[in-house]
């Protein structure tokens, strides 16, 4: 019989960058026991993204930053908005970009992540944070 | 035990801009009584998104509305497919950039937004629009 | 009572574009019996997307890949990660542009889709590859 769980997982980052969390949101699957079923996630901040990205090299992460930086420039004369700072509006720009919620099945228990697949948080903001993201496991 | 709702919310849109749709799709929530669950959206059209972004100052989505209209000008000679107007292809391409599904976990009644989070529908046309947003509810 | 179902799709793709697999998934529906319910798609790599869009003047998707061939270009002296190719970084970057989950609503037994609505594999890579979208269904 399908049943429900609903978890949170904290995590604090250290300013700008990538925080794998594949393991800890493993370790919820295994605790609710299911074998089968469906892991949704949603963080609940507007200047942050989750992402689903390469863990081999580590190079892809830098481009990566790299690129939304170019593209997304802190202090861009554009904006507004720039009482909390010059990376606050294009961290809020970033997250619009990307995205806030991710789905992933479960099968034999695990996560059906591909073999070069690692679940992150996007830190956009420079300064360090205290994020949560909220998990929804649904499973048998 | 588990039960599943699927309802729809209809947004008449007068032209681009953000449309802030929380409050109705609390209500859903509330009417279908899930304490603990999820909620699944899908917006059905290919040139609006859905979006959560901050609620609290509205210079920032003027300052995403600014960002994305510089990034995807409208009128790009670039694009060939012009026959529904000049602000028809940059609203596909903004919606490809963007979300046309969202899933929030519920806890305690309610959706599990951040402090600062706002669910909008985000028009990317400059004409009206009538958009619709399938939601399923999953909770008990 | 609701049920669950776990299936996947294989795409064998012919380099960079769009591959529609709509009717596929609609048939994993059909086969799973299922009035009411939820669709969750999920694509098990890191330079390839999954996108809805309009399926009605192909235009719209070269358009689509015309925008993002500017907006990330292959061969971008930005890039540190080049082993895989020049075409592997951009790729990406498009795929953290845009998405690797799905999520749509099934009511009266169809996927609830929008009338202009297509489900295509974005394929980034400039090579032929064999993607892999899990497919979690819930329903009854």
Known sequence: MLRQSLNHLDIATRGRGFYDFTDS??????EAK????LATLHLQ???ASLLIQ??????VRH????????LVPDGDPLFQHTSEGED???????TAL????????IAQGNLTLGTWQGIYLWEHRTE???RRVVVHLLGE
């Open 25 to 30: 949101l493993q370790e919820l699957v295994n």
């Open 34 to 37: 299911f074998q089968t079923g």
């Open 45 to 47: 901040h507007t200047s």
């Open 54 to 59: 390469e863990n081999a090299d580590p190079e």
């Open 63 to 70: 481009d990566l930053e790299r690129f939304f930086s170019r």
């Open 88 to 94: 606050d509006m294009p961290a809020h720009v970033r």
């Open 98 to 105: 990307t995205c806030v919620n991710l789905s992933i099945p």
């Open 128 to 130: 360090p944070h205290r």
